[in-house]
Nanobody, 117 residues
Framework: QVQLVESGGGLVQAGGSLRLSCAAS????????MGWYRQAPGKERDMVAR?????????NYADSVKGRFTISTDNAENTVYLQMNSLKPADTAVYYC?????????WGKGTLVTVSS
């Protein structure tokens, strides 16, 4: 089992920045990848960014956040971050941390990000 706890959400004005953190605990050995999804009211949960933790460190981003969001990890602290810059009202959503290990996907409980215009 992998436990994920997100933090860092909140209210920010358009054009501002936030950094989300996700601390992983439990059976974290051999986690293949970690990432962030988001779900806006009435919409599906969509991938925002993901990073391979298996060695390559490769990253992928949704087109809507490329150039504005950056995903990174601190392996010593078993934490994944999402730096969000130039935020837009369309970025308002609950952001969920996720980890993939042994073919299973684990989810955090989410943190709310609200961007005001």
């Amino acid at each position: 089992q992998v436990q994920l706890v997100e933090s860092g959400g909140g209210l920010v004005q358009a054009g501002g920045s936030l950094r989300l953190s996700c601390a992983a605990s439990g059976s974290i050995f051999s986690i293949y990848s970690m990432g962030w999804y988001r779900q806006a009211p009435g919409k599906e949960r969509d991938m925002v960014a993901r990073i391979s933790t298996g060695g390559s460190g490769s990253t992928n981003y949704a087109d809507s956040v490329k150039g504005r969001f950056t995903i990174s990890t601190d392996n010593a602290e078993n934490t994944v971050y999402l730096q969000m810059n130039s935020l837009k009202p369309a970025d308002t959503a609950v952001y969920y941390c996720t980890a993939v290990k042994d073919g299973m996907r684990y989810w955090g409980k989410g943190t709310l990000v609200t961007v005001s215009s």
